[in-house]
């Protein structure tokens, strides 16, 4: 009850309507791919959504070769583009101006924070986001990741990480994804949860795969169907 | 994950290439990284700080590449397993390190990931360090490089690249990309010894028992020498044992060849676009061929001649303006086959512009 009550606050609370994310994680944990899914989804039940890239360690490798896309299906993205910096990578990126400001903005705002502990530090250098009422902070799990392979690790992440309100099930093998694996990450990933006090709000899994799973994972998570975008941010 | 030991049986991960290098050199027993940071190098460092003090490892930050070579060149006189890695102009600053792992014999392992060139270039991608990883620095490039082309590789040949350097003592590369380094991708890790894998331990090269002289050669490391015929000596040596080693360390891929029109030759992640077109153009009915020089220096040069002497022609696909192609005619020299070109310089290479280009010069 009081996951589903987490959850859900924004949206049914009566306190606020908004939904603010910031989707944070081991790096290469899956927060982009998570947080566009939760931005799209938002945008198809009609609601207003900006998606806002805050990696300023790899703008290169993150949303920005897929924001042209992202748009046309109804996001405001802000993010780099190409032609806006001199030298993506080690030159010295700034945080946009208009990032900066992200949590001003009407409707439902998803950050994407990358680069692990210390990208999650970018966080801090937006306007608002200690007093922001509706943010969560969002922690992306993938126990494949040798980083976050078992409870322990999971814990002494957490440590880390700094603030932490809730955490996803992001298990996945890329293309060799099964089931079991996803349910397997279930069950570690909720009993890091259960340790840590920090309740699981979601097990994610590509949409076939969610279809197996059913509405819940086998510890009662609510599960979220995805598509995978990612790999297109490559070549 | 165990405090004693990084890697117990085997387990399916997902992870990007530059955690995996990292891995890799947890298991090969390596002693200590020394480095300089650029990207797209730059999660092997961050990688191996974390996980070096669970496991009794070290690191060490130098102010450059210059002095991040020569450490590694320190640690490894020291008899600990040593390694760096870099990309682009990092690559460049460490020639001098390099040539002098050459001339001292010292088993360096170094990591490149490959990234756009010439000077700073782009932080992203390219094959365009080929020519200086394989034959750069004064010398005659006595140097062993593994391209990779998945992280399952970059994870064998690490280990692996460790152990032919302190097997045959001559500095040895692992040449990657900043694909491989920042691609999602699953693999295998395991504990070597539980496959077999015997890792070869260092040595010191100074404080050996016994008196020097006397129960044993003195322990005298030079880079430099009075006159030519002292050098001549010594290089004409290091030539010699170059040789011996070169067939039982050179490192191939060949498929379909033996009834091919043509055949795409490419090496490191392209092969992996060359190997997905030559399939696909297989199911056309077209017959071409695919071979892959894993080992870059030394090339795999008899089994290179062999399908140059019966393939009219090849097509060379990289990411460089020729680089690989350079190494392919010097080693296929004499040979009538035509080599064909597919150069995309700091460029990915699909599948799709591999099947086009052969379906244009095939018809």
Not at chain 1, 88 to 104: D, I, M, Q, S
Not at chain 2, 245 to 273: C, N
């Amino acid at each position: 009850m009081s996951r589903f009550f987490f959850f859900c606050r924004s949206a049914l609370g009566g306190i606020s309507t908004r939904v603010v994310e910031a989707y944070t994680g081991e790096y290469a944990s899956g927060k982009s791919e998570v947080a566009i899914n939760r931005a799209l989804d938002l945008a198809q039940e009609g609601r207003q959504v900006t998606l806002v890239d805050l990696d300023i360690v790899e703008p290169c490798y993150t949303l920005r070769p897929l924001k042209k896309m992202l748009s046309s299906k109804g996001l405001a993205v802000l993010a780099w583009e190409t032609r806006e910096v001199g030298g993506l990578g080690e030159t010295g990126n700034v945080l946009r101006a208009e990032n900066r400001w992200a949590l001003k903005r009407p409707g439902d705002i998803i950050l994407d924070v990358g680069y692990g502990v210390e990208g999650a530090k970018t966080l801090n250098l937006l306007e608002g986001a200690k007093t922001d009422p509706d943010l969560r902070v969002l922690l992306v799990l993938n126990i494949t990741r040798p980083m976050t392979g078992s409870v322990e690790d999971i814990l002494a992440y957490i440590r880390q990480m700094g603030r932490v309100d809730g955490i996803i099930n992001n298990t996945h093998l890329g293309d060799e994804t099964s089931v079991e694996i996803i349910q397997q990450g279930a069950r570690v990933v909720t009993e890091a949860a259960r340790r840590s006090g920090i309740p699981v709000v979601a097990t994610t899994a590509v949409r076939e795969l969610a279809a197996l799973i059913g509405p819940e994972d086998c510890l009662g998570n609510p599960v979220r169907a995805i598509d995978r975008y990612m790999p297109g941010a490559f070549w | 994950m165990s405090k004693d030991k990084p890697l117990e049986g085997e387990k399916r991960v997902f992870m990007t290439g530059n955690e995996v290098v990292a891995w890799a050199a947890l298991a090969a027993d390596a002693d200590i990284m020394f480095g300089y940071p650029i990207t797209p190098q730059n999660e092997i460092m961050h990688y191996w700080t974390r996980l070096a003090p669970k496991f009794g490892r070290d690191f060490l930050q130098t102010e450059d590449e210059l002095s991040a070579g020569f450490t590694t060149l320190g640690g490894v006189l020291a008899g600990r397993k040593s390694f760096t890695a870099t990309a682009g102009p990092g690559n460049t600053l460490m020639q001098e390190p390099m040539s002098m792992a050459e001339a001292m014999r010292l088993p360096m392992v170094a990591i490149i990931t490959q990234r756009g060139g010439p000077s700073t270039g782009t932080v992203i991608y390219s094959q365009q360090e080929v020519t200086m990883t394989t034959l750069g620095g004064n010398g005659e490039g006595l140097r062993i490089v593994y391209s990779t082309a998945t992280h399952q590789e970059l994870f064998d040949y690490t280990i692996k690249a460790f152990n032919t350097a302190w097997k045959y003592r001559f500095p040895t590369f692992v040449l990657g990309d900043g694909y491989q380094s920042k691609m999602r991708e699953s693999l295998t890790m395991y504990d070597p010894a539980e496959r077999g894998i015997k890792i070869i331990p260092p040595e010191p090269y100074f404080g050996k028992p016994g008196v020097p002289g006397v129960d044993r050669p003195p322990s005298q490391l030079r880079n430099t020498y009075n006159m030519e015929e002292e050098l001549y000596e010594v290089v004409e040596h290091y030539l010699r044992d170059y040789s011996k080693m070169a067939p039982e360390v050179a490192e191939y891929h060949a498929y379909y060849v033996d009834d091919a029109k043509l055949v795409v030759v490419a090496h490191g992640v392209v092969a992996r676009a060359a190997l997905m077109a030559v399939r696909e153009l297989r199911e056309e009915g077209y017959k071409v061929g695919y071979f892959r020089p894993v080992t870059l220096r030394p090339l795999p040069e008899k089994e290179l001649r062999e399908v140059a002497a019966r393939t009219p022609k090849f097509l060379v696909a990289e990411s460089a303006n020729g680089q690989l192609a350079r190494l392919l005619k010097e080693g296929a020299y004499g040979c009538t086959t035509e080599m064909l070109p597919l150069f995309r310089p700091g460029m990915g290479i699909t599948p799709e512009e591999i099947i086009t280009e052969v379906k244009k010069i095939l018809g």
